[in-house]
């Protein structure tokens, strides 16, 4: 249940195997729309998490399903009723939708990433746009050394800086330029953890933006490379900030429900890139559910926590540090974990 789709994944799934997609099912439900001014879920926006929810559930128990795994992130996260809004999906469903914090959704997205790629990959450094939080991961093994969530997802930016269609060019400029400096102390956490063998991105949002610069359509298949440059994401803000919503859902690669939130989108992925000191990403099909996927599959098999890696060992000692705003402890851009930080 993200902040703008609820997305339903049938896989075959085996420890050891590839998991197989068997069926998807969408609903664009807009949760992050749905909160209101005192920052809960409306009861409109808990209506259709909760129909959509059954919905889904019936069509896994048609579908055969062994296991239904539902998870939420930052639109439910951040809802101030969360609680409230949980215990009326069970109730209401029977099914426990289980809420991710943002450090989790970086490391099961890292998983899935280093799974696809392999170890011959070396250091991969990883950015995950969502709709409310932008995800950043750097590490040598499957677990991170570095895990960032940051609340800078597309379409937070959007509501919050870019209201107008299309928006307007000093108001792109003033985002980029506050983009780049909540970005610097993310940036440095990064670069502190060692020099990337390789730049990954993950998301619909970054899948868009390849697609917009050149990149293979979906329909050529997920192992075909595709790429996203810094000199072709400059290029791409500045022709799709000059359009409407309505005009950039007509470009191949952009659907009507991302055409709003596709310019904040790319100028989250340009400071990003920036603040790494990053050229070029390569787009890697798995994310967040297949690591969900692998992560469930790896607990079965050696009993470790589905998720919540708080206070795992370390060879050089290192903090995790989550939870929501900037409390004691935690990073002023966001919720941070950190595992042997210069590995």
Same mark, same amino acid.
């Given at each position: ?7 339903? =994944? ?15 099912? #969408? ?9 209101? @001014? ?14 959509? +929810? ?13 296991? =239904? ?34 450090? *989790?959704?970086?490391? +099961?997205?890292? &998983?899935? %990433? ?21 995800? &950043? ?12 969530? &940051? $609340? ?10 870019? $209201?107008?269609?299309? $928006?307007?060019?000093?108001? %792109?400029? %003033?985002?980029? *330029? ?8 993310? @940036? ?18 970054? /899948? ?16 075909? #490379? ?36 596709? %310019?904040?989108?790319? +100028? ?13 990403? *390569? ?36 903090? *995790? ?7 004691? @402890? ?10 042997? $930080?210069? /590995?």
């Amino acid at each position: 249940m993200g902040s703008n789709t609820v997305h339903l =994944l049938v896989v075959d799934a085996r420890r050891g195997g590839h998991p197989t997609p068997m069926s998807s099912t #969408k609903a664009s439900l807009r949760l992050a729309e749905a909160i209101d @001014g005192s920052g809960k879920l409306t009861r409109r926006g808990a209506d259709k998490l909760v129909g959509t +929810l059954d919905e889904f559930a019936k069509i896994a128990t048609s579908s055969g399903c062994a296991e =239904l795994m539902a998870f939420a992130t930052s639109a439910v996260r951040d809802a101030k009723n969360s609680e409230e809004v949980l215990a009326r999906v069970k109730a209401e469903t029977g099914v426990s939708l289980q809420v991710l914090s943002g450090v *989790d959704e970086s490391r +099961l997205t890292f &998983l899935a %990433v280093r799974r696809w790629y392999g170890w011959s990959a070396g250091r991969i450094i990883n950015i995950d746009i969502g709709g409310g939080s932008l995800e &950043l991961s750097s590490g040598v093994d499957e677990e991170p050394d570095v895990a960032l969530s &940051l $609340p800078l997802g597309a379409g937070r930016m959007t509501r919050e800086w870019l $209201p107008d269609d299309p $928006p307007g060019r000093r108001r %792109v400029a %003033v985002l980029r *330029d506050w983009l780049a400096n909540e970005m610097s102390e993310a @940036g440095a956490a990064i670069a502190e953890a060692g020099s990337p063998d390789l730049a990954v991105a993950t998301s619909k949002t970054f /899948r868009s933006l390849a697609r917009l610069t050149g990149a293979a359509p979906s329909g050529a298949g997920p192992r075909v #490379k595709r790429t996203l440059t810094a000199a072709g994401l400059r290029q791409l803000i500045a022709f799709i900030s000059r359009m409407t919503a309505s005009d950039r859902a007509e470009l191949e690669g952009v659907s009507a429900d991302r055409a709003p939130q596709i %310019v904040a989108g790319a +100028l989250v992925a340009e400071a990003s890139m920036k603040a790494l000191n990053i050229d070029s990403v *390569d787009i890697c099909p798995w994310a967040l559910r297949e690591g969900i996927i692998l992560r469930k599959l790896d607990s079965e098999a050696d009993g470790t926590a589905l998720v919540g890696g708080a206070d795992r060992p370390t060879n050089g000692g290192g903090v *995790d540090k989550s939870g929501k705003g900037a409390g004691a @402890g935690e990073s002023a851009a966001g919720p941070m974990s950190v595992r042997n $930080p210069g /590995r």
